[in-house]
């Protein structure tokens, strides 16, 4: 059974540095790309960019290019979403999911990051 | 940057047939794919390369495209129905990935 599992709700102050994980199961980790997808609070989906495991190569939405990193350790199929400095705006649902035929095709259950002072 | 454009919302009674669409130059040259979001739970992907159903969706779902026009089609709609959609598309000029708004469809 395909899984990610996502890492668990962070409560953060402006500023700060935060690093969340998706972890990949069921199925063979370095074939298919990630992808991180933000939602804010009663809003729609919004893609941010794909890591593919292989060889890390990455590509940022250019409406996140810049504020965030995605890596990934294809030794323990996990991929990764973090930030440098944290801004209130980031309080939001972020999700990661796989990618096949041009599509995201299964989601992880999402982590909620919730940035105040 | 390419945009995808859907209805806000979209009503039907249950039983009957709803129709969501989704528009966007990218859409031309590009699949498209649906997701299901149900209120507190992750997205589902319903419907991929513009007419391909996952395994374990149900058949009342179909999907279509025309031109620079996708559709998702829910026919004899039930309660369990009532979500959030999003169309996804593969831009092949950006590499990139977007999202439609998103389409709330209410059953009544």
């Known amino acids: 059974e395909v899984q990610l599992v996502q890492s668990g709700a962070e409560v953060k102050k402006p500023g700060e540095s935060l690093r969340i994980s998706c972890k990949g199961s069921?199925?063979?980790?370095?074939?298919?790309?990630i992808s991180w997808v933000r939602q804010m609070p009663g809003k729609g989906l919004e893609w941010m960019g794909r890591?593919?495991?292989?060889?890390?190569?990455?590509t940022y939405s250019p409406s996140f290019q810049g504020h965030v990193t995605i890596s990934a350790d294809k030794s323990i199929s996990t991929a990764y979403l973090q930030w440098s400095g944290l801004r209130a705006s980031d309080t939001a649902m972020y999700y990661c999911?796989?990618?096949?035929?041009?599509?995201?095709?299964?989601w992880g259950q999402g982590t909620l990051v919730t940035v105040s002072s | 940057s390419y945009e995808l454009t859907q209805p806000p919302s979209v009503s039907v009674s249950p039983g009957q047939t709803a129709s969501i669409t989704c528009s966007g130059d990218?859409?031309?040259?590009?699949?498209a794919c649906w997701h299901q979001q149900k209120p507190g739970q992750s997205p589902v992907l319903v419907m991929s390369?513009?007419?391909k159903r996952p395994s374990g969706i149900p058949e009342r779902f179909s999907g279509s495209k025309s031109g620079n026009t996708a559709t998702l089609t829910i026919s004899g709609t039930q309660a369990m129905d009532e979500a959030d959609y999003y169309c996804?598309?593969?831009?092949?000029?950006?590499?990139?990935?977007?999202f439609g708004p998103g389409t709330k469809v209410t059953v009544l």
């Open positions: 996804q598309a593969w831009d092949s000029n950006t590499a990139l990935y977007v």
């Open positions: 390369q513009d007419d």
């Open positions: 990218i859409l031309g040259n590009n699949y």
């Open positions: 890591i593919d495991p292989t060889d890390s190569y990455t």
């Open positions: 999911a796989r990618e096949f035929a041009r599509a995201n095709d299964f």
């Open positions: 069921g199925y063979s980790f370095t074939t298919y790309w």
